[in-house]
């Protein structure tokens, strides 16, 4: 922007600071402010009266949560809404009776309606302070707009420019390009969310295949909304072909584990390992997934937390889907029995109170098998089924556990269980005329039903 530019501008500017100057001169200008000020005092005292009848009428809307965020947006500036009203109608009355030509209450009305307008309309933008943000530059645009300095703004800007070899960059094209863009990528993540909020819904597609789409989806209209954002701006997107070699040798380098992440993402996806609502370990994790992420998966467990798991995790490390192939999934419990009990009768015992909790298939029953002849007991495995694991291992097996304790109880039968006994010897007189000494010998067993262990350990000095 050369001398000349700043100099015309600067000009105007003050051509227009004159004729404002000259406007306050005129003899009806306080009276015409003092009705904008007197209507302001209207609308609040208005709009204190009327206020908690229109809340208690608000609060019988049901079932329409955009007709209600838009009653409360309105409710919350209800002295402008009010003000609004006001100097409509005085605007009217004003062109009615032919008094002097001027434009301060038709200005004062414009802006008005334009900020209440806005602010409405702003709200269907979940985030508070991006609502405030959107607000504040668009009645800033038709505040200009409103004024006629709308083209001459423009204008300066244009002219503020920089050459970058063949293009020119204003300030301008650089605030067009950030509307454009911001417009363009929220209305493709509103699309985008729309649609996959559908897809959700298909019952005919996986889970997998759901997700996948949805994600595919977001990413392709995030995009081509910002493709198509550019190139409405003029920026020549041919220019961008060096930058994107250069951003993709820094997301090779710099980047490893989120674009590890990501394509390990797409990975999961597409070979269906898991999805959602499948139970999980993946390490000391137990849990079922809620959510699949571009990079990483959302695992809840039984205690209320959420893990956020690395996508990369289920690639490279030991997954255990629990309803990978079905929802049935078999538990073992282990246990010993003393060598004085009948197997048989065990067996028989272990399988009947294997089925007494409420969540083992009844269907499917247990099974019980003898596998070997402990150090002291007899050793058997329980195997049970379950239909429902996102309800939890550890507490049906426990179950389990105590319907075969009890079983094994009212049968008398025992469970062996290690036990040590310290027996202590005469004392003896030491040789080098010391004091006297004793020794202390330790046995091991295991409890049995007549008798103990008879073996004996080394025997200790003490």
């Given at each position: 922007?050369?001398?000349?530019?700043?100099?015309?501008?600067?000009?105007?500017?003050a051509?227009q600071?004159?004729?404002?100057?000259?406007?306050?001169?005129h003899?009806?200008s306080?009276?015409?402010?003092a009705?904008?000020v007197?209507?302001?005092?209207?609308?609040?005292?208005i709009a204190?009266?009327?206020?908690?009848?229109?809340?208690g009428?608000?609060?019988?809307?049901?079932?329409?949560?955009?007709l209600?965020?838009?009653?409360?947006?309105l409710?919350r500036?209800?002295?402008?809404?009010?003000?609004?009203?006001?100097?409509?109608?005085v605007?009217?009355i004003?062109?009615?009776?032919h008094?002097?030509?001027?434009?301060?209450?038709?200005?004062?009305?414009s802006?008005a309606l334009?900020?209440?307008?806005?602010?409405?309309?702003?709200?269907?933008l979940?985030n508070?302070?991006?609502?405030?943000?959107?607000?504040?530059?668009?009645?800033?645009?038709?505040?200009?707009?409103?004024l006629?300095?709308l083209?001459?703004?423009?204008?300066v800007?244009?002219?503020?420019?920089?050459?970058v070899?063949?293009?020119?960059?204003?300030?301008?094209?650089?605030?067009?390009?950030?509307?454009?863009?911001?417009?363009?990528?929220?209305?493709a993540n509103a699309?985008g969310?729309?649609?996959?909020?559908?897809i959700?819904r298909?019952e005919?597609?996986?889970?997998?295949?759901?997700?996948?789409?949805?994600?595919?989806?977001?990413?392709?209209?995030?995009?081509?909304g910002?493709?198509?954002?550019?190139a409405a701006?003029?920026?020549?997107?041919?220019?961008?072909?060096?930058?994107?070699?250069?951003?993709?040798?820094g997301l090779?380098?710099g980047?490893?584990?989120?674009?590890?992440?990501?394509?390990?993402?797409i990975?999961i996806?597409?070979?269906?390992?898991?999805?959602?609502?499948?139970?999980?370990?993946?390490?000391?994790?137990?849990?079922w997934?809620r959510?699949?992420?571009?990079?990483?998966?959302?695992?809840?467990?039984?205690?209320?937390?959420?893990?956020?798991?690395p996508?990369e995790?289920?690639?490279?490390?030991?997954?255990?889907?629990?309803s990978?192939?079905?929802d049935?999934?078999?538990?073992?419990?282990?246990?010993?029995?003393?060598?004085?009990s009948d197997?048989?009768?065990?067996?028989?015992?272990?399988?009947?109170?294997?089925v007494?909790?409420?969540?083992?298939?009844?269907e499917?029953?247990a099974?019980?098998?003898m596998?070997?002849?402990?150090?002291?007991?007899?050793?058997?495995?329980?195997?049970?089924?379950?239909?429902d694991?996102p309800?939890?291992?550890?507490?049906?097996?426990?179950?389990?556990?105590?319907?075969l304790?009890?079983?094994?109880k009212?049968?008398?039968i025992?469970?062996p269980?290690?036990?040590r006994?310290?027996?202590?010897?005469?004392?003896?007189?030491?040789?080098?005329?010391?004091p006297?000494?004793?020794?202390?010998e330790e046995?091991?067993?295991?409890?049995?039903?007549n008798g103990?262990?008879?073996?004996?350990?080394?025997?200790?000095?003490?």
């Open positions: 922007m050369n001398e000349g530019e700043v100099r015309a501008f600067g000009r105007y500017l051509g600071f004159e004729n404002l100057l000259a406007y306050f001169r003899p009806d306080l009276l015409r402010i009705i904008i007197g209507a302001f005092f209207i609308a609040w005292l204190r009266l009327a206020g908690p009848a229109l809340e009428e608000a609060r019988r809307i049901k079932g329409a949560p955009n209600l965020r838009v009653v409360v947006a409710l500036r209800l002295r402008l809404a009010f003000f609004v009203l006001l100097m409509w109608g605007t009217l004003d062109r009615a009776s008094g002097p030509v001027s434009q301060l209450f038709s200005v004062v009305f802006l334009a900020y209440l307008v806005i602010a409405v309309a702003s709200r269907a979940r508070r302070l991006l609502a405030r943000t959107v607000t504040y530059i668009c009645w800033g645009i038709a505040a200009l707009s409103i006629n300095l083209d001459p703004v423009a204008g800007l244009d002219q503020a420019a920089i050459n070899g063949t293009s020119r960059i204003s300030a301008l094209l650089v605030l067009k390009a950030i509307a454009v863009v911001a417009v363009s990528l929220w209305i699309l969310r729309f649609l996959d909020n559908r959700k298909s005919e597609l996986t889970p997998t295949l759901r997700v996948l789409i949805g994600k595919l989806l977001k990413i392709g209209l995030v995009v081509i910002l493709a198509v954002a550019l701006v003029g920026v020549d997107l041919t220019a961008f072909t060096v930058l994107s070699g250069a951003v993709g040798v090779g380098f980047l490893q584990k989120v674009v590890s992440n990501f394509i390990s993402g990975i996806l597409l070979d269906r390992s898991i999805k959602p609502g499948d139970t999980i370990t993946v390490g000391e994790t137990f849990g997934i959510e699949l992420h571009a990079r990483y998966v959302s695992v809840g467990t039984r205690d209320g937390k959420e893990y956020l798991i996508n995790d289920f690639i490279t490390e030991r997954v255990v889907n629990w990978f192939a079905s049935f999934v078999r538990i073992d419990v282990t246990f010993g029995v003393s060598y004085e197997p048989h009768e065990v067996i028989r015992i272990a399988k009947e109170a294997a007494k909790p409420a969540r083992v298939l009844q499917k029953g099974v019980c098998w596998t070997g002849f402990g150090e002291s007991s007899l050793d058997f495995i329980l195997r049970f089924w379950i239909k694991p309800a939890g291992i550890a507490n049906v097996k426990g179950e389990v556990l105590l319907a304790w009890d079983a094994l009212a049968n008398r025992e469970i269980y290690p036990h006994e310290v027996v202590v010897r005469p004392a003896w007189p030491d040789p080098s005329g010391g006297v000494g004793r020794t202390v046995t091991t067993g295991a409890a049995t039903v103990r262990s008879d073996d004996k350990g080394p025997p200790v000095r003490a």
